[in-house]
């Protein structure tokens, strides 16, 4: 069953795209492979699949796939959000011209990421993992005909590309060290065995990159040039999420490597990060896309303090409520034809999309009886046993409330008459999948209360962790954050009789530790962007298919000139060298 749930969405992906004009049929042929898949979902059976690949110095590598509750709540938030993103397209790519390309591109991202829920060992999950970037490649730079979308496409797989490398080095150096590239192999032996310093860093560095953590984190922001189901889909609740997932199945190995406290930091500053530029941010999506690397943020802050339950409940449950508001604002967009929320308005004209957003804008703020709510105080709970930490994750929760209903308020003003006309004629499959989100986002709160249980007893690198639970104060100390953070809002924006977006950009800008977070951060990532260029080539190759592979050897010739004039940024040449020379360390 499990190859089936794999290949159903490639085979409708090549399906639509073998169809000569038929536009109609590629979008229910889309939605049938997803749809299909999802059916399938309940008869996926526990356990672990292998088979025999190739053989390394006597070593057998092969592909295992491996199903244990928390391979399984991935797999659902798959199917589930895939099954959604697609209905949603129906009404948000009308061109005929482009829905077989992306339907395409959904599809097999789709298929990626299930292979990625499901791998078992390092190979599995590596391949996936390549497939991921790829696909995001394509449907992050799907409007072509713009630059910012091809650059923000070119931007993440170069980032991305880091991790890969790191990750491919971490393999080998657990392969040297272990003889076994599988998951469960390498957690037992990680018990009771020395784990290489090197590899630690180089897996860190893959958990990074791929969840848009501190400093590999800028790429995401930019990502949000994409069409709005894949921001729904990609950036918010599934691909963004791939590195705290291989932290959470890891977490035995990062905790006797003594690499917790790396995932901690780095998901303490990009918490910060995200926060400071939510706040200042006016673009609609770029904002969500902020408060995404925040959460990514807290996820794997919790994962370093030992609450790997709570950072995976909170993973389930934001993955529904974050898509929900991305879906809400691909409607604001298409309803007003404004991304920035000093011109979006009228957003009460529809009465499901306001009531529906609205649920979402609640359960991201963290207020009582929404999945979010669950999600925030059990991270609390988690990290109780530290005051410093417990303090700073409320904080980060006012802070998260204070900018949501920022977000909200900005797009419930009275604007132009004809927004209020665009929002009340949006397609049906759009606001319906905002309804099932709203619905899904109030009823996963009860979730919380078997999730524990559930997650845990079945998976074997979380039995280890803190227990997911929940006291009378930590769901007070969420409450009074939520409440908090809507009452300031309330009065800076809601109370203002003009737009009041500028208020929070210029509060940002009289920040002088916001200012030296946002420059820090700049200066940590500009050194990855020169990569850009010595991966050109990977965007000719890729558009323009195999009649152009000579321009790979003349884009290497480009980068090779630079390098020997001393054009490439230093940093790339020493993270290249150190990486080399932490493999060269490990074989020795």
């Known amino acids: 069953m499990i190859p089936i749930i794999i290949i159903l969405p490639l085979l409708a992906a090549l399906a639509a795209m073998a169809l000569a004009g038929d536009y109609k049929t590629a979008k229910y042929l889309a939605m049938a492979g997803s749809l299909g898949s999802l059916l399938l979902f309940p008869l996926v059976s526990s356990g672990t699949f292998s088979f025999a690949w190739l053989g390394v110095g006597g070593t057998a590598l092969g592909i295992t796939t491996m199903v244990t509750p928390l391979n399984s709540m991935l ?3 798959v199917l589930v959000l895939g099954a959604l993103a697609m209905l949603y397209s129906w009404g948000f790519i009308e061109l005929p011209s482009e829905q077989k390309r992306f339907y395409f591109g959904m599809l097999a991202f789709e298929a990626a990421m299930l292979a990625f829920a499901m791998a078992g060992n390092f190979i599995t999950l590596f391949i996936a993992w390549e497939f991921l970037s790829v696909t995001s490649y394509l449907l992050i730079g799907f409007w072509n005909g713009k630059s910012k979308a091809n650059a923000a496409a070119r931007k993440a797989v170069t980032i991305i590309l880091i991790g890969d490398l790191a990750l491919l080095g971490a393999m080998a150096i657990f392969l040297n060290a272990f003889g076994t590239l599988e998951f469960g192999a390498i957690i037992s032996a990680a ?42 889909l990609l950036h918010s609740s599934t691909m963004v999420k791939a590195g705290v997932f291989v932290a959470a199945i890891m977490f035995p190995v990062l905790a006797a490597g003594g690499a917790l406290w790396m ?3 780095a998901g303490a500053i990009t918490a910060v990060i995200g926060a400071v530029g939510a706040i200042g941010e006016n673009q609609i999506k770029r904002v969500l896309a902020y408060s ?14 030992n609450a790997v339950a709570a950072a995976v409940y909170f993973f389930f449950a934001q993955s529904f409520y974050k898509a929900l508001l991305f879906f ?7 309803a007003t034809g404004k991304e920035n929320l000093d011109e979006i308005g009228w957003l009460t004209q529809n009465r499901l999309v306001y009531i529906s957003t609205i649920f979402g804008v609640l359960a991201m703020a963290g207020f009582v009886p929404f999945d979010g709510f669950f999600a925030n105080a059990g991270l609390a709970a988690g990290v109780r046993n530290n005051l410093l930490v417990y303090a700073f994750v409320s904080l980060v929760g006012l802070t998260t409330s204070f900018y949501t209903f920022r977000w909200f308020i900005l797009q419930t003003k009275k604007t132009d008459e004809g927004s209020a006309i665009e929002y009340a004629g949006q397609p049906k499959s759009m606001v319906y999948s905002l309804v099932v989100l709203a619905i899904a986002a109030l009823v996963f709160g009860a979730a919380f209360f078997w999730f524990g249980g559930f997650i845990t007893g079945g998976t074997p690198s979380l039995v280890t962790g803190v227990p997911l ?3 009378a104060e930590d769901a007070a100390v969420t409450t009074a954050a939520a409440a908090a953070g809507f009452f ?44 850009g260029e010595g991966i050109a080539y990977f965007d000719d190759a890729l558009s323009d298919s195999l009649d152009k592979v000579g321009r790979f050897a003349a884009d290497t010739g480009n980068v090779a000139k630079r390098l020997v004039h001393g054009e490439i940024n230093i940093y790339i040449i020493i993270f290249a060298a150190g990486m080399l020379l932490l493999l060269s360390l490990a074989i020795a």
């Open 328 to 334: 809400s604002a691909g409607i604001s967009i298409k």
């Open 191 to 232: 018990q009771s065995t020395r784990i290489p310093l090197s590899a630690m860093v180089l897996l860190v560095v893959a958990i990074l990159t791929k969840s848009a953590q501190f400093p590999f984190g800028e790429w995401l922001t930019d990502a949000m040039e994409g069409p709005t189901p894949v921001s729904a």
């Open 469 to 471: 639970t929940m006291g």
């Open 488 to 531: 300031i809002g309330y009065v800076v924006y809601a109370r203002m009789k003009k737009t009041a977006a500028a208020p929070g950009r210029s509060m940002l800008k009289q920040t002088y530790v916001a200012d030296a977070l946002n420059a820090a951060y700049a200066y940590a990532t500009a050194f990855m962007m020169t990569l």
């Open 263 to 265: 995932i901690f930091v």
């Open 75 to 77: 797999m659902l938030i």
């Open 292 to 305: 995404t690397m925040q959460e990514m943020g807290l996820m794997l802050m919790a994962i370093g303090a």
